[in-house]
């Protein structure tokens, strides 16, 4: 069953599909289809279409050394993997986070940034995205801003709402420079988020917008 009630677009998915996606865009459809079904299941087809066009291809040679190589890398992921799974990561964290999460969003260093949220940097990505997760207190808001670069947000606990509508688990958004808004998380629970931010947010009031300067040195 379905918890998500925003995806990410079709082009997206696709590009997932191909592995062309940076990896902080990979994280969060990757957190999204957890939740997903439907597009669990368009992920399947487009996988399906990949294969048959891989399969008009004519194989390229490979060297013995090559292959060593890619069997080792192999054995090191399976390694890696079986050292997270026996360290007994709390399930509600997504699969691709676990890599980031030794057990569970409680042990985190959070950071405090406003009197309603904390936040916990993950990993930056080689085009310098920022991936990290977001803990807004139950009726917490964030300060209305826009954005120097897109931003890719996935629900993970709780629930937000702003001027487009509510969020719920699960639930993909992308916000981009013409996007002005204001995050209220409900007041029934905390509101967890993973978010890629391709650049700094912007503060858009009277006096907040002052702290923008240091916004931008802080992201650097």
């Given at each position: 069953?379905?918890?998500?009630?925003?995806?990410?677009?079709?082009?997206?998915?696709?590009?997932?599909?191909?592995?062309?996606l940076p990896l902080s865009q990979a994280l969060?459809?990757?957190?999204?289809?957890?939740?997903c079904v439907a597009c669990g299941q368009k992920l399947q087809n487009l996988n399906r279409v990949g294969?048959?066009?891989?399969?008009?291809?004519?194989?390229a040679a490979a060297s013995q050394q090559l292959k060593q190589r890619l069997l080792d890398s192999l054995d090191d992921l399976t390694d890696a993997a079986s050292q997270r799974e026996a360290s007994k990561v709390d399930p509600a964290v997504p699969r691709c986070l676990r890599q980031f999460i030794d057990h569970?969003?409680?042990?985190?260093?959070?950071?405090?940034?406003?009197?309603?949220?904390?936040?916990?940097?993950?990993?930056r990505d080689s085009n310098g995205a920022k991936v990290e997760l977001l803990k807004i207190?139950?009726?917490?808001?964030?300060?209305?801003?826009?954005?120097?670069?897109?931003?890719?947000?996935?629900i993970l606990?709780?629930?937000?709402?702003?001027?487009?509508?509510?969020?719920?688990?699960?639930?993909?958004?992308?916000?981009?420079?013409?996007d002005r808004?204001?995050?209220?998380?409900?007041?029934?629970?905390?509101?967890?988020?993973?978010?890629?931010?391709?650049?700094p947010i912007q503060f858009t009031g009277f006096i907040s917008r002052l702290l923008n300067p240091f916004i931008r040195?802080?992201?650097a």
């Amino acid at each position: 069953m379905d918890k998500a009630n925003n995806h990410p677009y079709d082009e997206l998915l696709a590009a997932y599909a191909a592995g062309s996606l940076p990896l902080s865009q990979a994280l969060c459809v990757s957190a999204h289809l957890e939740h997903c079904v439907a597009c669990g299941q368009k992920l399947q087809n487009l996988n399906r279409v990949g294969s048959q066009l891989m399969q008009q291809l004519k194989p390229a040679a490979a060297s013995q050394q090559l292959k060593q190589r890619l069997l080792d890398s192999l054995d090191d992921l399976t390694d890696a993997a079986s050292q997270r799974e026996a360290s007994k990561v709390d399930p509600a964290v997504p699969r691709c986070l676990r890599q980031f999460i030794d057990h569970n969003y409680d042990d985190l260093p959070w950071k405090r940034v406003s009197a309603d949220i904390h936040s916990v940097e993950l990993c930056r990505d080689s085009n310098g995205a920022k991936v990290e997760l977001l803990k807004i207190k139950p009726g917490g808001s964030a300060t209305t801003h826009t954005h120097l670069g897109d931003e890719y947000t996935v629900i993970l606990e709780g629930s937000f709402s702003d001027e487009a509508g509510l969020y719920r688990q699960g639930d993909f958004m992308v916000k981009t420079a013409a996007d002005r808004h204001t995050p209220v998380a409900t007041k029934d629970r905390v509101c967890i988020c993973l978010a890629v931010t391709e650049g700094p947010i912007q503060f858009t009031g009277f006096i907040s917008r002052l702290l923008n300067p240091f916004i931008r040195r802080s992201y650097a």
